[in-house]
């Protein structure tokens, strides 16, 4: 019929379905599309309307393909001290629902120093070392999945952010500043920038190194340096004279610092 307009229909659900524009031709055709987020059969009715003096309903079958969805990346995160030297390393899973393998995934990272989040040129590894610039800022790690097929690129995904960035750590003083061969000593070390779980060691020097135990860091308030507290046990033998160390504190980031220390 010719000149009639035509109403289509679609059954099941993610359908997305484009009415035909105009009347049918003079073969009494009209076209319509389907497209459908959901794989399966749907039956498809055109009704003619009425106008023509014919209403009548047809309907077919037809197969929708399923649709290849993006990857995503999840539980994303940043391990690592915020702290001037340290390395951040970024952390993501990355999942494809029709298990296409992952391809060149790509990362950012980011930099907020309280005007918005701004991208740091040339961080674009996985792991990130903190430099002067960042000092006082908020850090972000951003991830874009990336699949080997099918869709390829994915939404890109944030951590939260880690920080502000501490300066580098210093050691302004130790107290005492040297123990007697075979003495166990309290020893306070002060300082900037202590973290939980820093340690204390001694580098290779003369004789045996004094042993460290029970390290605490106490963080300053109101402006006071922050402590760590620790015993110190040094060993008898060695050379005679003064024994002189470099007394190292390690932060968990890596960063370090150290301090002159003797054994008499």
């Given at each position: ?30 076209t319509g599309t389907l497209s459908s987020t959901e794989a ?74 309280g005007s918005g989040p701004a991208e740091i040129l040339g ?121 002189n160390w470099v007394l190292r504190v390690t932060n968990p ?12």
């Amino acid at each position: 019929i010719q000149g009639a307009s035509v109403v289509l229909a679609a059954s099941g659900g993610g359908n997305t379905l484009t009415q035909p524009v105009g009347v049918t031709n003079a073969a009494g055709q009209a076209t319509g599309t389907l497209s459908s987020t959901e794989a399966g059969d749907k039956t498809v009715s055109a009704t003619i309307d009425a106008t023509v003096g014919v209403t009548q309903t047809a309907t077919v079958s037809v197969t929708a393909a399923p649709v290849n969805t993006a990857p995503v990346a999840s539980d994303v995160s940043i391990t690592g001290t915020p702290q001037l030297d340290a390395v951040l390393t970024g952390n993501y899973t990355y999942t494809d629902t029709e298990g296409d393998l992952q391809g060149a995934t790509t990362f950012r990272w980011l930099r907020d120093d309280g005007s918005g989040p701004a991208e740091i040129l040339g961080a674009t590894q996985q792991t990130y070392t903190l430099q002067a610039t960042d000092v006082g800022a908020m850090i972000t790690f951003e991830v874009t999945p990336v699949a080997q097929s099918g869709t390829t690129t994915g939404t890109p995904a944030a951590s939260a952010p880690v920080g502000p960035v501490m300066g580098a750590m210093s050691i302004t003083s130790i107290t005492p500043p040297f123990m007697l061969r075979g003495e166990s000593s309290q020893v306070t070390i002060e300082g900037l920038n202590f973290v939980d779980g820093a340690t204390v060691s001694f580098d290779p020097g003369q004789g045996p190194a004094p042993t460290v135990s029970d390290v605490q860091v106490i963080h300053g308030q109101n402006g006071a340096p922050d402590q760590i507290t620790a015993t110190f046990a040094a060993k008898t033998g060695g050379p005679k004279g003064d024994l002189n160390w470099v007394l190292r504190v390690t932060n968990p980031g890596g960063a370090t610092a150290t301090v002159p220390f003797t054994v008499r």
